[in-house]
């Protein structure tokens, strides 16, 4: 089993950056693909990026491609988000979720476990 925790979460104003972190538990996380994934008020869970268990492989969504970098340090059991030209779209909580699947997967439901989530809020 995986616990998860977010952190890095906060406020800033558009154009501005962020790093989000997900530290494991554990000591399979390299077994792991991982996901961040965001949900805003009145919308659904969505993917935002995935890194594989190694880290050669990524993957994003077209919303965030060229703004945002997934990156994952497997000796520290930590997932990173860097998120650069914020925009007030990208309000929302931010999850990070582990898979034990061998490629990213895109779908919430393919995950197996979620951490708490952590807010972050872009002002115009």
């Known amino acids: 089993q995986v616990q998860l925790v977010e952190s890095g979460g906060g406020l800033v104003q558009a154009g501005g950056s962020l790093r989000l972190s997900c530290a494991a538990s554990?000591?399979?996380?390299?077994?792991?693909?991982m996901g961040w994934f965001r949900q805003a008020p009145g919308k659904e869970r969505e993917f935002v990026a995935g890194?594989?268990?190694?880290?050669?492989?990524?993957d994003y969504a077209d919303s965030v491609k060229g703004r945002f970098t997934i990156s994952r340090d497997n000796a520290k059991n930590t997932v990173y988000l860097q998120m650069n030209t914020l925009k007030p779209e990208d309000t929302a909580v931010y999850y990070c979720?582990?898979?034990?699947?061998?490629?990213?997967?895109?779908?919430?439901?393919?995950?197996?476990?979620w951490g708490q989530g952590t807010q972050v809020t872009v002002s115009s």
């Open positions: 979720a582990a898979d034990r699947s061998f490629r990213v997967e895109l779908t919430a439901s393919a995950y197996d476990y």
């Open positions: 554990g000591r399979t996380f390299s077994s792991y693909t």
């Open positions: 890194i594989s268990r190694g880290g050669s492989n990524t």
